[in-house]
């Protein structure tokens, strides 16, 4: 193996094209000069060209299909999300459908009752009238117990 | 490699236009889809994290303010998934079946005039440069594919890496030593 030159460590460098032009002509011409660099310096080449020879990649027919399925699937719990925080700041909105179902439902049951109700509410009354006369009739009776006391204090 | 007006698409992509990022992604697909193979050689891997790296991309989205060329950006992303990748432990256990053909996405490069065994000899050399490749450690891997497939600059892997300039020269420096060392039988025994 040859000894490696102080300036070797510049070959990689110059050949990516990231010295400055100073020191790339200093390259150029130490080239011309130092075996062992022109050596190295064609490995490098050889090197690249080993890595430039390379197979093309082809894609898999269903790569574009996953990746919008995944693009899909990260919008749909972008939204939940977005909702649940929503939700987190206005619950009392958030429950305003609910409340508002509740008051329909209550109200249509409500108004079924009242009108299957009518009928019974006269039945009620004539009840009402017949609880009535037994007062009358108890009240007879207290009359009488009275009179007798009646009776008693008069003794 | 991207232009300029990669950021100008993005930021309307920022701003809401959808369409501007389905011509990123066009425009990337493949070259993050080959450097992601190149980093493994297994083309499941390969668009797996390659999907991840653009879906990054899309969750970025309204987020995105550009500080470098947008071609730096989204190579930074897939190299730190191939890094993390990499540092998986499934991928360890995958690495000796690599060699099989079974998760090839390479096809071979269109007739050049070659003859059927030099064709099977060019096969059988970037097989050995792919196998060479994987032997890197990650660092160094990532700075050699950056910079010869992608061409960008030390300063730019650098940013990519999130190391110094003199750092990416001597990772390259360290990668193709041990390329060589790897790729021997290409160089002959004084190298
Ligand atoms: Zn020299």
Same mark, same amino acid.
């Given at each position: 193996? &040859? @000894?490696?030159?102080?300036?070797?460590?510049?070959?990689?460098?110059?050949?990516?094209?990231?010295?400055?032009?100073?020191?790339?002509?200093?390259?150029?011409?130490?080239?011309?000069?130092?075996?062992?660099?022109?050596?190295?310096?064609?490995?490098? @080449?050889?090197?690249?060209?080993?890595?430039?020879?390379?197979?093309?990649?082809?894609?898999?027919?269903?790569?574009?299909?996953?990746?919008?399925?995944?693009?899909?699937?990260?919008?749909?719990?972008?939204?939940?999300?977005?909702?649940?925080?929503?939700?987190?700041? &206005?619950? @009392?909105?958030?429950?305003?459908?609910?409340?508002?179902?509740?008051?329909? =439902?209550? %109200?249509?049951?409500?108004?079924?009752?009242?009108?299957?109700?009518?009928?019974?509410?006269?039945?009620?009354?004539?009840?009402?009238?017949?609880?009535?006369?037994?007062?009358?009739?108890? &009240?007879? +009776?207290? =009359?009488? +117990?009275?009179?007798?006391? %009646?009776?008693?204090?008069?003794? | 490699? !991207?232009?300029?007006?990669?950021?100008?698409?993005?930021?309307?992509?920022?701003? !809401?236009?959808?369409?501007?990022?389905?011509?990123?992604?066009?425009?990337?697909? /493949?070259?993050?889809?080959?450097?992601?193979?190149?980093?493994?050689?297994?083309?499941?891997?390969?668009?797996?994290?390659?999907?991840?790296?653009?879906?990054?991309?899309?969750?970025?989205?309204? !987020?995105?303010?550009?500080?470098?060329?947008?071609?730096?950006?989204?190579?930074?992303?897939?190299?730190?998934?191939?890094? /993390?990748?990499?540092?998986?432990?499934?991928?360890?256990?995958?690495?000796?079946?690599?060699?099989?053909?079974?998760?090839?996405?390479? $096809?071979?490069?269109?007739?050049?005039?070659?003859?059927?065994?030099?064709?099977?000899?060019? $096969?059988?050399? $970037?097989? *050995?440069? !792919?196998?060479?490749?994987?032997?890197?450690?990650? /660092?160094?891997?990532?700075?050699?594919?950056? *910079?010869?497939?992608?061409?960008?600059?030390?300063?730019?892997?650098?940013?990519?890496?999130?190391?110094?300039?003199?750092?990416?020269?001597?990772?390259?420096?360290?990668?193709?030593? /041990?390329?060589?060392?790897?790729?021997?039988?290409?160089?002959?025994?004084?190298?």
């Amino acid at each position: 193996m &040859n @000894r490696p030159c102080p300036h070797s460590d510049l070959l990689n460098p110059y050949m990516d094209g990231e010295l400055p032009e100073e020191k790339r002509r200093f390259v150029e011409d130490h080239l011309e000069s130092c075996l062992a660099c022109a050596d190295e310096f064609q490995n490098l @080449r050889k090197l690249r060209d080993l890595l430039m020879d390379c197979e093309e990649v082809s894609v898999s027919p269903d790569f574009d299909r996953l990746f919008w399925k995944k693009v899909d699937a990260f919008e749909e719990k972008k939204l939940k999300n977005a909702f649940r925080r929503w939700l987190g700041k &206005n619950w @009392r909105l958030g429950f305003a459908p609910v409340f508002a179902t509740a008051v329909l =439902l209550i %109200g249509t049951t409500f108004v079924k009752d009242t009108r299957t109700m009518m009928g019974r509410e006269t039945m009620f009354f004539d009840q009402m009238e017949l609880f009535q006369d037994f007062d009358v009739v108890n &009240n007879l +009776d207290l =009359l009488e +117990d009275v009179s007798g006391d %009646g009776d008693l204090e008069g003794l | 490699m !991207g232009t300029d007006s990669d950021i100008e698409l993005m930021i309307r992509f920022a701003k !809401g236009d959808e369409s501007a990022f389905r011509m990123l992604y066009m425009a990337y697909r /493949n070259k993050i889809i080959t450097y992601c193979y190149r980093f493994f050689y297994d083309q499941g891997v390969a668009e797996e994290i390659s999907q991840e790296v653009f879906l990054k991309v899309y969750k970025a989205g309204s !987020g995105y303010r550009p500080t470098a060329r947008f071609s730096t950006w989204i190579f930074t992303i897939a190299t730190h998934a191939c890094l /993390n990748e990499l540092r998986r432990e499934k991928y360890r256990h995958r690495v000796d079946s690599i060699d099989s053909e079974e998760g090839s996405a390479a $096809r071979d490069i269109p007739d050049r005039g070659e003859s059927a065994h030099e064709r099977m000899e060019s $096969r059988e050399r $970037r097989k *050995r440069v !792919g196998a060479a490749l994987r032997s890197l450690p990650g /660092n160094q891997r990532a700075a050699l594919l950056l *910079r010869e497939y992608q061409g960008f600059s030390y300063k730019e892997i650098g940013e990519q890496l999130n190391m110094s300039e003199a750092a990416v020269k001597s990772l390259i420096f360290r990668g193709r030593e /041990n390329l060589k060392i790897a790729l021997y039988s290409e160089f002959g025994e004084d190298s």
